[in-house]
């Protein structure tokens, strides 16, 4: 069973910094990895999708990667600002049979400072 | 723009009440999805339909049923409300099914 993990759950850094948000999953047999964001109490707004066959996609400042037989994924985010604060969630797509499913991580909730 | 409309932002319900939550999409999307997010628990799938009509049990169907009659419109309904209901629920949308997922607002749902 695909199990889906966010580390740290909560990540504070200065503005003007690069930072690393990590995804890691245990069943490599995905068939892609998506990244959004939640703002408080709002719904998800999709980011990046990866296929599996793709080992990054870009927009903007940010930056996602995507490597199956480590089982992990890292958004990159560039030049951070306030405007970013936001919880971060990864979600893998895995095979299921007659209907793909989406696994979601719990997240990670990003502070930047001014 | 893509646009999942989800109709009640906040709700009060009574326990024993019947429920309906709607969600409109105007990409006509053949995917579409019912989550609920908890703290610590993260975002769980009650239900999913991949075609008018058609409507498959996610991880957590107990409690809740879905009507999907037209393309554009999924709904969630919760039989009788109880307060382990109380939650955020999430409805989404995709054309296939391992392509990008979009999310609408949220509804908060309280159960008294």
């Known amino acids: 069973k695909q199990e889906v993990t966010q580390i740290p759950a909560a990540l504070s850094v200065p503005e003007g910094e690069n930072l690393v948000l990590n995804c890691s999953f245990t069943?490599?047999?995905?068939?892609?990895l998506q990244w959004f964001r939640q703002d408080p109490g709002k719904g998800l707004t999709s980011l990046l999708l990866?296929?599996?066959?793709?080992r990054e996609q870009t927009s903007g400042r940010l930056n996602a990667s995507l490597d199956k037989s480590s089982g992990r994924s890292t958004l990159y985010i560039a030049a951070s600002q306030p405007g970013d604060s936001a919880t971060y969630l990864c979600?893998?797509?895995?095979?299921?049979?007659?209907?793909?499913?989406?696994?979601f991580g719990t997240g990670t909730l990003l502070a930047v400072q001014p | 723009d893509v646009k999942v409309t989800q109709s009640s932002r906040y709700l009060v319900k009574r326990t024993g009440e019947k429920v309906f939550l709607e969600c409109v999409q105007d990409?006509?999307?053949?995917?579409m999805f019912w989550y609920r997010q908890d703290p610590g628990l993260g975002l769980r799938l009650i239900y999913f339909?991949?075609?008018?009509?058609?409507?498959e049990k996610g991880d957590i169907p107990e409690g809740y049923s879905v009507s999907r009659e037209k393309k554009e419109r999924f709904s969630l309904i919760l039989e009788s409300a109880s307060t382990n209901q109380t939650s955020m629920y999430l409805c989404?949308?995709?054309?296939?099914?391992?392509?990008?997922?979009?999310f609408g607002e949220g509804s908060w749902l309280t159960v008294v």
């Open positions: 989404a949308s995709s054309f296939g099914q391992a392509d990008t997922i979009y």
């Open positions: 069943d490599s047999a995905i068939y892609n």
């Open positions: 990866i296929q599996s066959s793709q």
């Open positions: 979600a893998a797509t895995n095979y299921g049979g007659a209907t793909n499913k989406l696994i």
């Open positions: 990409m006509d999307h053949e995917n």
């Open positions: 339909s991949y075609d008018v009509k058609m409507k």
